[in-house]
Nanobody, 122 residues
Framework: QVQLVESGGGLVQPGGSLRLSCAAS????????MSWHRQVPGRQRELVAT???????EHLNSVKGRFTISRDNAKNTVYLQMNNLEPEDTAVYYC????????????????WGQGTQVTVSS
């Protein structure tokens, strides 16, 4: 079994910064794409940023220049550095990883973190 554990959310004033982390553990064989998503109550979950196995990245237009996704393969961890936060960034943030486990190395499945609340308010 694979588990993802997130950390780093909280309350921050507009213009502030937060760094989210998401670490995978358990029967991890290889991690493919890693990503961050966010969701506001009553709205669909949206993709914020992705990073592939070559560390190629894509970011949602509204966060470009403010958020940066990165990964540490040795630690099975993905990060989201969020700078110059705005009230519109308030949401629950979820990490996602596509993982091949040691039980089924030829297959890959999507796993989700538990979510972490980010609130941007003065």
């Amino acid at each position: 079994q694979v588990q993802l554990v997130e950390s780093g959310g909280g309350l921050v004033q507009p213009g502030g910064s937060l760094r989210l982390s998401c670490a995978a553990s358990g029967t991890v064989f290889r991690i493919w794409t890693m990503s961050w998503h966010r969701q506001v109550p009553g709205r669909q979950r949206e993709l914020v940023a992705t990073i592939d196995t070559d560390s190629g990245t894509e970011h949602l237009n509204s966060v470009k220049g403010r958020f940066t996704i990165s990964r540490d393969n040795a630690k099975n961890t993905v990060y989201l550095q969020m700078n110059n936060l705005e009230p519109e960034d308030t949401a629950v943030y979820y990490c996602n990883m596509r993982v091949s486990s040691t039980i089924h190395v030829a297959r890959a499945y999507d796993y989700w973190g538990q979510g972490t609340q980010v609130t941007v308010s003065s």
